[in-house]
């Protein structure tokens, strides 16, 4: 009878102990870059069904698309559209919890052209591990053409050609607030 009881108590821990390791194992492993109810930035399928696109979760707007990756730009280092798509998202993220997300500009590093997040409107690119970089650019883009296309996205628009070299900054507001979205509200 007692070997029972202690049995009993033994059973009702063990269970008791895994129920409570799935509820924590659902609470510290997020899905990487999917959507969640905190996430803002995230990466998903775009309007056209198929190009892995960031989106930004507007509150008022809906999921708008902030950058199409079509580019194969970087799959000779393992950085296919795909991945680049979750790694920029995952850093916009970063940057908009942290409330830095505002300002956009472009910058070097490693020798290479890339946008990147400045601290304030016409400041370099943030002083941090990753300098603020959400991406690198082509060699043979112009970053700041780069950075103007992604202000001025439209479906089937090349966006605005930049005719200058000097820097530019863009706030990321304009780009939530006339980009298109994948599920407007009604």
């Known amino acids: 009878m007692l070997r029972l009881k202690i049995c009993g108590k033994i059973i009702g821990t063990i269970i008791a102990l895994g129920a409570g390791l799935v509820a924590i194992m659902e609470y510290v492993e997020p899905k990487l870059n999917a959507k969640t109810e905190n996430s803002v930035y995230y990466c998903d399928t775009g309007i056209d069904g198929e190009t892995p696109t960031t989106f930004h979760a507007h509150k008022a707007r809906g999921d708008v698309e902030v950058i199409r990756w079509v580019s194969e730009f970087g799959e000779a280092v393992g950085y296919d559209p795909q991945k680049r798509c979750e790694e920029v998202s995952a850093q916009m993220q970063k940057y908009y919890s942290q409330g830095l997300l505002n300002n956009l500009t472009t910058g070097r590093k490693n020798g290479q ?17 990753d300098d603020g970089q959400l991406y690198t650019v082509k060699p043979e883009i112009n970053p700041n053409e780069a950075l103007t296309k992604l202000k001025n996205y439209r479906p089937g628009d090349p966006g605005k050609v930049l005719e200058e070299n000097e820097q530019i900054w863009i706030d990321i507001n304009e780009i939530l607030e006339n980009n298109p979205t994948k599920s407007p509200f009604k």
Do not use: F, M, Q, S
């Not at 052209?113 to 591990?129: E, R, T």
């Open 113 to 129: 052209n890339i946008i990147c997040v400045a601290k304030a409107y016409g400041k370099p690119c943030l002083d941090d591990p």
